[in-house]
């Protein structure tokens, strides 16, 4: 079964700095893997997501992901922190359910906090 | 114009009663999914439909009981309500399957509170 690991469950940055969130993944199959971010009283939305192809993965809001399957890893980045930026934000494996969905497996999220 | 839309957003009720949530969405999709997020804000999914045929069922308790009028509408029944199922509880919804080409969209969550 798959299964999603996010290291920290609060991450501080200033407005302006690098934004790291990391993500680690088992998968018995190639993996399909999902960054959401949860506002606050909002649902989830879809930052971005890596299925096949190009490894470096772009986001809204200038965030982006690498895949790397050496290290299992999905961590997401983004350059200069905003304070809009401040929410929750989940990392997602697909369950394949074979002929059946995709259902997302999700860690356990990464609340961000944004230092004016 | 909201895509996926859960009501109500707030429900407290009393141990042992029955409850439903309603979920509807107006992408024209045709596979909506429950998902509970936990006091820990940890997200797993419950239900999946496709087609109103239901395609995942999750290890939840029979007390839970989702029910697809048609392809629009996925609604969450739940009987006997216990403290534990205090959560929030969000549905989405996608056209097709499989993730790899489409993006599951989500409601703005049902918060239960069991007292």
């Known amino acids: 079964a798959q299964s999603v690991t996010q290291l920290g469950s609060h991450v501080s940055v200033s407005e302006g700095a690098l934004v790291l969130l990391r993500c680690n993944y088992s998968?018995?199959?190639?993996?399909?893997l999902f960054w959401y971010v949860q506002y606050p009283n909002q649902g989830l939305q879809l930052l971005l997501k890596?299925?096949?192809?190009?490894?470096l993965v772009k986001g809204i809001n200038g965030f982006e992901a690498e895949f790397k399957k050496s290290e299992t890893s999905f961590h997401l980045t983004k350059p200069s922190a905003h304070m809009s930026d401040a929410a929750e934000y989940f990392c997602?494996?697909?369950?394949?359910?074979?002929?059946?969905?995709?259902?997302?497996?999700f860690g356990k999220g990464t609340h961000l906090i944004i230092q004016p | 114009d909201t895509a996926v839309s859960q009501t109500p957003k707030y429900l407290v009720t009393q141990m042992g009663n029955d409850k439903s949530i309603k979920c509807e969405q107006n992408?024209?999709?045709?596979?909506m999914y429950w998902y509970k997020q936990d006091s820990k804000k940890f997200l797993k999914i419950m239900f999946s439909?496709?087609?109103?045929?239901?395609?995942i069922n999750e290890t939840v308790p029979n007390r839970f009981s989702p029910k697809s009028p048609d392809k629009a509408h996925l609604n969450l029944h739940i009987n006997s309500l216990e403290l534990g199922d205090s959560a929030v509880y969000f549905c989405?919804?996608?056209?097709?399957?499989?993730?790899?080409?489409?993006?599951?969209?989500f409601g703005q969550g049902t918060r239960l509170t069991v007292v």
């Open positions: 989405a919804s996608s056209q097709g399957v499989r993730l790899l080409n489409t993006e599951a969209f």
């Open positions: 998968s018995s199959v190639p993996p399909y």
């Open positions: 890596y299925t096949t192809g190009a490894t």
């Open positions: 997602a494996v697909s369950d394949y359910a074979g002929g059946g969905a995709d259902g997302l497996t």
């Open positions: 992408l024209g999709h045709d596979t």
């Open positions: 439909y496709n087609n109103k045929e239901l395609i």
